[in-house]
């Protein structure tokens, strides 16, 4: 059974910085890229940041410069750092492996002074 669970987000202000994080199991970690998406009040779901299993990494123009994204491969996990959060920033971010289509609960980020 494939679990993704995120956590890390919440209230910040404008400027600031989260690091979410998301733990796996039931996939081999090593052999999966891994995506951050995030999903904005009534707007569709976007892809934020891909991790290769080699450590390659691509980001959205939107989060290209702010935004991290690396892996832990002896912990199973993730990782999005996030700096210079904007309030356009606000979603629930998910991740998931890029080959298929498991979604964990999210995590909500809010960006608001």
């Known amino acids: 059974q494939v679990q993704l669970v995120e956590s890390g987000g919440g209230l910040v202000q404008p400027g600031g910085s989260l690091r979410l994080s998301c733990a796996t199991s039931?996939?081999?970690?090593?052999?999966?890229?891994m995506d951050w998406y995030r999903q904005a009040p009534g707007k569709q779901r976007e892809l934020v940041a891909t991790?290769?299993?080699?450590?390659?990494?691509n980001y959205a123009d939107s989060v290209k410069g702010r935004f991290t994204i690396s892996r832990d491969n002896a912990k199973n996990t993730v990782y999005l750092q996030m700096n210079s959060l904007k309030p356009e920033d606000t979603a629930v971010y998910y991740c998931?492996?890029?080959?298929?289509?498991?979604w964990g609960q999210g995590t909500q980020v809010t960006v608001s002074s």
């Open positions: 998931k492996p890029t080959r298929y289509q498991y």
């Open positions: 991790i290769s299993i080699g450590g390659s990494t």
């Open positions: 039931g996939i081999i970690f090593i052999l999966n890229a």
